[in-house]
Structures are given as C-alpha cells and as structure tokens.
C-alpha cells in the first residue's frame, strides 16, 4: 500500500513545512494498535508506519515524528515491537 501528497504544480518536489514532499509517494510499512500510558489516559491507539522510499532524512517532523515527544507515553518494550528506528532513514 502507499499514499501521496497532492502535488504543487508550481514546485516540483516542494517540500510541506511538516518535512514531506508534495507529489511524492510514500509506502505504508505497518499499521497496527499500539499501547500508550499517559497520565490521564492509557490504552491503545492505532498507528500507521511510513517509508519514504528515498530513505533519506526527508521525514514527517510532527506529532509522533522520531524526535517528537509523544513516543515517551510508549512503553520501551512497545516501542521495541513495532522494529521503528528514531533515525533519519526515511521511516515514521
């Protein structure tokens, strides 16, 4: 499976201020229910894994992005299944 964004037909390529690029395809690696315990909430929630197919550092830089701050409500061990690396290889 894969997905796009709608391309700019200004700017090739434009990149989006979220760090994706327009007219760019981008394949879907994983969906599934991951477990979250926040201090108000815990349960699961249902995630859906990205790969530029560039696999560069052209990655998604908001909510749930490799440095973003929700992923410390994601216990270690639920991290450690879903196989995500918080590197700039092109996945999130």
Not at 20 to 32: E, F, M, N, P, Q
Not at 49 to 54: D, G, L, S
Not at 55 to 76: C, L
Request: hydrophobic share 35%; no cysteine; glycine share 8%.
């Amino acid at each position: 499976m894969s997905w796009a964004i709608e391309p700019d037909s200004n700017v090739v390529e434009a990149e989006t201020p979220v760090g994706l690029i327009k007219g760019h395809a981008y394949s879907i690696t994983d969906v599934r229910l991951i477990r979250i315990q926040t201090p108000r909430v815990s349960g699961k929630i249902p995630m859906v894994r990205i790969r530029n197919p560039w696999g560069n550092e052209a990655e998604w830089n908001g909510a749930w992005s490799d440095k973003s701050p929700e992923w410390q409500y994601i216990p270690d061990e639920e991290k450690e299944k879903t196989g995500l690396t918080f590197n700039p290889d092109g996945e999130f």
